[in-house]
């Protein structure tokens, strides 16, 4: 991880982390109020098969204002449709971000199958002019503040009960959203990993 900083130092770069998380039609477990002795309880509606995928990038460079990007997929449970991101998805991503953020980003990101595939390899190393990659050790979420901003966003849908899909896709993209325009929390996830920017 230091030399993922050192390396964005060196070279003005953004220091960029990329992580994924999914929500399915399941409500997540929230914390709520009730009577005591009584146990709340919500009634799910929603029915059949459904999952939003979200692919997200937490964005910091000294002296900039912090960024989040995310690319989101609904995926309907039909006959053929891709389930969830291809390796050119998050290709899309990281181009998207490069011009978005108007500079080179050093990625860190984890060993998901989609970033070893060789054709994303093959990208990376044609972009090796604005890219450098770290790969992030197995089992360490702890080290990406991508993990907190989907912990902001469950939290808010919280004890959410879709009634369908297209529902539960909208409270996650407004979720998304609002953390987009609060760059502070988007900081704050990243004071939670213990990694501090320096100015």
């Known amino acids: ?14 220091l960029v982390f990329e992580d994924e998380a999914g929500q399915s039609m399941r409500p997540p477990r929230a914390r709520t109020w009730g009577r005591v002795g009584c146990t709340p309880v919500v ?8 999952r939003v995928s979200m692919a997200g990038l937490s964005c910091y460079k000294p002296g900039q204002r912090s960024r989040m990007l995310y690319s989101f997929h609904v995926y309907r449970g039909r006959k053929g449709e891709k389930k969830g991101f291809t390796w050119q998805d998050y290709r899309d991503l990281l181009i998207r971000a490069h011009i978005q953020l108007g500079g080179p980003i050093v990625l860190v990101w984890d060993n998901l199958r989609a970033h070893l595939m ?13 890219l450098t990659v770290f790969q992030l050790p197995s089992y360490a979420p702890d080290l990406n503040p991508q993990e907190g901003i989907w912990s902001l966003v469950k939290r808010t849908i ?7 899909l297209d529902q539960l896709a909208r409270a996650v993209k407004r979720s998304l959203k609002q953390i987009q325009y609060r760059p502070h929390l988007i900081d704050a996830c990243l004071a939670t990993t213990g990694l501090i920017m320096d100015g």
């Open 118 to 130: 060789p054709p994303m390899q093959e990208f990376i190393e044609a972009s090796k002019d604005w």
């Open 158 to 164: 919280g004890n959410l009960a879709a009634a369908n």
């Open 43 to 50: 009634r799910v509606r929603g029915r059949g098969a459904g």
């Open 1 to 14: 991880m230091v030399a993922g900083k050192s390396t964005a130092a060196v070279r003005g770069a953004w």
